[in-house]
């Protein structure tokens, strides 16, 4: 049984063919092909790349939210946070990364796509607690990684490093019982690299 996968350029050609006016971008870099939609366009566009017969999504493979507060040494100037999903197509053998940036830096929302790939459920669940991105019509959008109680969203790049509390079961009251951290920050120590027969070591 032989195996072939589709040219890059001709991923490219199906999907600008399939999406149309939908499409923001799309670009191709080290054999990937990368496209981007707007928000509004965003499920719409999904679905489109799923049931469309040159492209044939029918797999979700990751999804993952990013932001780019600090990129390029803070001189970035879009918009803060994006959605990449990396989409798999086993009947044509062909993979694509599609991007939607959120609109509201201060309240990311798009849309969700778990109706569409069940995969999505957990990923966008994943996204929504560490980066603070609300995905519309998720069914069971609550935390996955953080306790219930936290606050914040640990991967956004202006989440403090340190804590003020911690948390920890009191077997008296029976419960989970948060307090201040007691454990003083430690810096990172560098590794160190030592010399052949460092110490007589053969």
Known sequence: MTTFSVRPEATRDAVVAVLGDKLQKITIALGEVTAVVAAADYLAAAQLLRDSAGCQFEQLIDLCGVDYLEYKNGDYEGLRFCVVTHLLSVALNQRLRLKVYATDDGMPVVASVSKLWTTANWFERE????????????????????????????????????????????AEQARVVYQPVSIEAREITPRVIREDKYGGLK
Request: hydrophobic content about 40%.
């Open 127 to 170: 996204a929504f607690d560490l980066f603070g991105i609300v995905f519309e019509g998720h069914e069971d959008l609550r935390r996955i990684l953080t306790d219930y109680g936290f606050i914040g969203h640990p991967f956004r790049k202006d989440f403090p490093a340190e804590g003020h509390v911690e948390m920890r079961y009191d």
